[in-house]
């Protein structure tokens, strides 16, 4: 089967050959390159024709064994409008409910039941369920450390100041919690904050919460609403995340992303970042690295 029209984008952490990348593809898997755009000293674009499944195959597995990041898209479909985020573990390194229980006092494995979690090995609502009910009559003021110990992916700031800057609608949508979510949404300027919010009495969590994004499909609805509210199309979002609850909008926006990803979404999703940071999107959307806003 024949892909019509292709964008290749390659991204590197050191200067890319264009001309040696182009003679590779050519020799090793027959390509016609129509054209290159460089985005700059480490990413461009190769433009072809067409692009077999066979072969598609072949230059992301090249890539990745340079330890290159790669995405192939239809040239048709790369203008975006909206940018939908995962938080923790893209955005953010942290998994933040996991810190907040853990600084209460709770000696679960509570990193064990996220990864499950997050591998689509357990139900999200279930395992937001028993971590949130281990916080029960702590004190709210736990959440104050989580804050300082927050650690931003390289590149997070300049993608969302970039992307509002191009006048994207730009989201953090996660499974994760206000006030948390909030502190990481405003900081980075996201125009939205998407999130489930705990429940207190006083100063105590109540071990319950609100459970905006906190079902299966929750990522995916949130979507299809604001898509319709902004009378745009699906084809038109950029998504990226890296667990479970992130495939609904990772393989039903135009362009889905995994960032640094569990397994299950790398058996869902073909377009991945493995070795660079969140600029790299940036690169994906054909945004030059002169026209990145630094954060």
């Known amino acids: 089967m024949l892909n019509k029209e292709q964008i ?15 003679s590779y593809f050519i020799s090793n898997y027959s390509l016609t390159i129509t054209g290159s755009k460089s ?8 433009y072809v024709p067409s692009i077999s499944d066979s072969q598609n195959k072949e230059i992301r597995n090249y890539f990745y064994s340079q330890k290159m990041d790669c995405c192939i ?27 907040l229980v853990k600084i209460s006092g709770v000696t679960a494995n509570i990193d064990e039941t996220s990864r499950l979690a997050m591998e689509g090995k357990i139900d999200i ?6 971590r949130v009910n281990y916080l029960k009559n702590k004190p709210k003021s736990l959440i104050d450390l989580v804050l300082q110990g927050i650690k931003f992916h390289p590149g997070s700031s300049t993608l969302v100041q970039t992307l509002n800057k191009k006048g994207f609608i730009t989201s953090l949508v996660t499974g994760g919690f206000a006030p948390i979510s909030t502190y990481v949404g405003k900081k980075l300027g996201f125009h939205n904050i998407i999130s489930n919010e705990f429940k207190f009495e006083g100063d105590l969590f109540t071990g319950e919460y609100v459970p905006i994004t906190g079902e299966k499909n929750s990522k995916l609805i949130y979507m299809n609403q604001l898509t319709e509210e902004k009378n745009l199309s699906n084809a038109q979002v950029v998504a990226i995340g890296d667990g479970a609850n992130d495939l609904g909008m990772l393989t039903n926006a135009g362009l889905g992303v995994g960032y640094y990803a569990h397994q299950i979404v790398k058996d869902q999703v073909e377009n991945h970042i493995l070795f660079n940071d969140l600029t ?10 002169e026209e990145f806003k630094l954060g």
Not at 125 to 130: A, E, M, S, V
Not at 280 to 289: A, D, E, Q, R, V
Request: hydrophobic fraction near 35%.
């Open 73 to 99: 898209q239809a040239k048709r479909n790369r203008e975006k409008k909206i940018l939908l985020s995962d938080m923790d573990a893209t955005i953010i390194e942290n998994e933040t409910l996991d810190d």
């Open 280 to 289: 790299t999107l940036l690169y994906y959307l054909g945004i030059s690295k």
């Open 125 to 130: 609502r279930t395992t937001l369920n028993l």
């Open 8 to 22: 290749i984008t390659a991204v590197d952490s050191k200067p890319i050959y264009a001309e040696e990348i182009k």
């Open 39 to 46: 985005l700059s000293n480490e990413a461009c674009d190769f």
